[in-house]
């Protein structure tokens, strides 16, 4: 499997294979011999590169973890191959017709949109009060209002389509 890690603002493809106890990490035309221990509390770990000694502290952060080796520390971002996959999926914006559903049921307090309108990913459509909580729904895409199938002071049922775009 290949691992992608992001690191002063560069990017590094690796891979790795376990050997003779040890593991071996590739990155396009190199390789290292790699020989990893945990010590202490399981934050500090011994790392063998090459035969080369390396004392590490490393810290959960914000989307990966912050390595700290000779006094230098590094803020890492590692993902997988399938996690590279399932972001990308993620980061793409519906298009196309597409409904906006109700999470949860509630009372539509506000409509914010109409038929015709052109709106931006993450715009406001509807407000609907859920157990005392306004909570907006918004469109998941930028498009245009096909048709608004609700008005203030209706009840909806979770699932239920409040807006359809295009």
């Known amino acids: 499997m290949k691992y992608f890690a992001r690191v002063l603002g560069r990017e590094f493809e690796f ?13 396009g035309e190199r390789t290292w011999t790699l020989d990893l221990s945990p010590t202490g509390d399981g934050t500090a770990f011994s790392l063998l590169v090459d035969g080369k000694s ?13 390595v700290q080796t000779r006094g230098e520390r590094l803020a890492v971002a590692v993902e997988d191959e399938r996690e590279r996959a399932a972001h990308a999926v993620a980061k793409r914006k519906a298009s196309g017709r597409r409904t ?11 409509v ?8 931006e990913d993450g715009e406001t459509l509807v407000v609907v009060e859920a157990m005392k909580m ?3 729904v918004a469109a998941d895409g930028k ?24």
């Open 15 to 27: 891979s790795f294979e376990p050997r003779d106890g040890r593991l071996v990490a590739r990155s």
């Open 54 to 66: 390396h004392d590490l502290l490393v810290e959960p952060a914000d989307g990966g973890v912050v």
């Open 100 to 110: 906006i559903t109700a999470a949860m049921p509630g009372i539509v307090v506000e």
């Open 112 to 119: 914010r949109a109409a038929a015709g309108d052109e709106v």
């Open 134 to 136: 306004q909570n907006p």
């Open 143 to 166: 498009g245009k209002v096909r048709a608004v199938y609700v008005k203030a002071g209706d009840p909806v049922a979770s699932g239920a389509v409040l807006v359809e775009l295009e």
